[in-house]
């Protein structure tokens, strides 16, 4: 079994800055991509960053500019820092990702969300 534990949300106000974290645990042979997702009240779950295990993101274009996303592949970790945030980055926070078990199938797996508000 794989757990993604999250961490590092909470409440900010508009301008400032936060880092999430994200650490994948369990028995697992590699981690492909990592990432983040967010979800607000009443609205679909949208991509925020995704990180290839060599490194290579992508961006929604909301958050270009600000967000940075990044991973430690020797602590099988994921992070996010987020500038210049903005009431509408008010959301929570889910990081998944892409697991490539020891027989060659992958799961995606997600953490259990972290809430981030951003006050006016």
């Known amino acids: 079994q794989v757990q993604l534990v999250e961490s590092g949300g909470g409440l900010v106000k508009a301008g400032g800055s936060l880092t999430l974290s994200c650490a994948a645990s369990?028995?697992?042979?590699?981690?492909?991509?990592m990432g983040w997702y967010r979800q607000a009240p009443g609205k679909q779950r949208e991509l925020v960053a995704v990180v290839t295990s060599g490194g290579g993101t992508k961006y929604a274009d909301s958050v270009k500019g600000r967000f940075t996303c990044s991973r430690d592949n020797t602590k099988n970790a994921v992070y996010l820092q987020m500038n210049a945030l903005k009431p509408e980055d008010t959301a929570v926070y889910y990081c998944n990702a892409e697991v490539r078990h020891r027989l060659g199938w992958t799961t995606l797996y997600w953490g259990q969300g972290t809430q981030v508000t951003v006050s006016s």
């Open positions: 369990g028995s697992f042979f590699s981690i492909n991509a």
